[in-house]
């Protein structure tokens, strides 16, 4: 199958294109919100053969909350494959807004695309978060926190939620213990000792029985996310009944996995996301 080849080039940096097959096409800077200094911008590739509402993949990029780029994300090919639209998100970084202003944004997203759903042709019963390191985390927030409107406020009126699963990828499941870390501080801003305000930041706190299904990945050697942040997690969504998949990636750093390891995590992402109907 032939491939629509999709560039991009930010402020000099210039990234490693996007293919998509014949039959996709994308819509690029879709501005999902704004603020007085900042737009915040998506990426949605999308089929143009679906006669049905298309299942969608919200793909949120790391960097520690204070670097990165949606342009930086590629690897959608799997899900390309299966038919499905991804939606490449940015949001502030601690640069331009302090938490929770990341997670807002992510909500603000999350909203813009279900009460766009019917002109995007998505089907609102099929929604993933998934994120990589700050992604995972915020992809945790976001999908967690459903119809908890605590970070809501940033959008407007709000639309309902339903997540149909998480794909967290050695993100930071609770600030607590790591609130030390230099890229937590920074984030967390002037309430950086403010142990209540990371305690509303962290995910394993919104954990009940109702969460949505969640795909964890985590290298076991991981310098920067401790390993223990998804153990932990794990722990809480199995405690409580929750749908749920662990992979470890036996001596993994932080997400820069052998390939072998990399071929396996798709295998079981898509198996999971199979198993949840998609």
């Given at each position: 199958m032939g491939v629509l080849?999709?560039?991009?080039?930010?402020?000099?940096?210039?990234?490693?294109?996007v293919e998509l097959p014949r039959n996709y096409q994308a819509k690029l800077d879709i501005i999902y919100a704004e603020t007085a200094s900042w737009n915040g911008k998506l990426d949605f590739y999308y089929?143009?053969?679906?006669?049905?509402p298309t299942p969608v993949i919200i793909n949120i990029h790391g960097g520690g909350w204070n670097h990165g780029k949606k342009e930086s994300q590629r690897g959608f090919g799997s899900f390309f494959k299966k038919g499905m639209a991804v939606a490449n998100v940015e949001y502030r970084l601690e640069s331009e807004a302090k938490a929770p202003a990341a997670v807002e944004d992510i909500r603000c997203a999350?909203?813009?695309?279900?009460?766009?759903a019917e002109e995007l042709n998505i089907d609102t019963d099929k929604i993933v978060l998934?994120?990589?390191?700050?992604?995972?985390?915020?992809?945790?927030?976001?999908?967690?926190?459903?119809?908890?409107?605590?970070?809501?406020?940033?959008?407007?009126?709000?639309?309902?939620?339903?997540?149909?699963a998480i794909i967290d990828k050695y993100g930071v499941s609770d600030l607590r213990p790591v609130m030390f870390a230099s890229s937590v501080?920074?984030?967390?801003?002037?309430?950086?000792?403010?142990?209540?305000f990371a305690e509303s930041l962290s995910p394993i706190t919104l954990v009940d029985a109702k969460s949505p299904p969640i795909f964890i990945v985590h290298g076991d050697a991981d310098p920067i996310v401790p390993y223990i942040q998804s153990q932990k997690l794990f722990e809480k969504l199995q405690a409580h009944g929750v749908n749920s998949k662990f992979i470890t990636?036996?001596?993994?750093?932080?997400?820069?996995?052998?390939?072998k390891d990399k071929e396996r995590i798709m295998v079981e992402i898509h198996k999971f996301l199979d198993e949840q109907g998609l």
């Open positions: 080849t999709v560039t991009f080039a930010c402020k000099g940096q210039e990234f490693k294109k089929p143009t053969n679906n006669d049905e999350m909203s813009y695309l279900i009460s766009n998934m994120g990589a390191s700050a992604g995972g985390h915020l992809a945790l927030m976001g999908g967690l926190s459903e119809n908890n409107s605590l970070f809501d406020d940033h959008c407007g009126e709000r639309e309902a939620v339903k997540i149909r501080k920074k984030w967390l801003g002037s309430e950086s000792e403010n142990v209540a990636i036996p001596e993994g750093g932080h997400g820069k996995f052998k390939e």
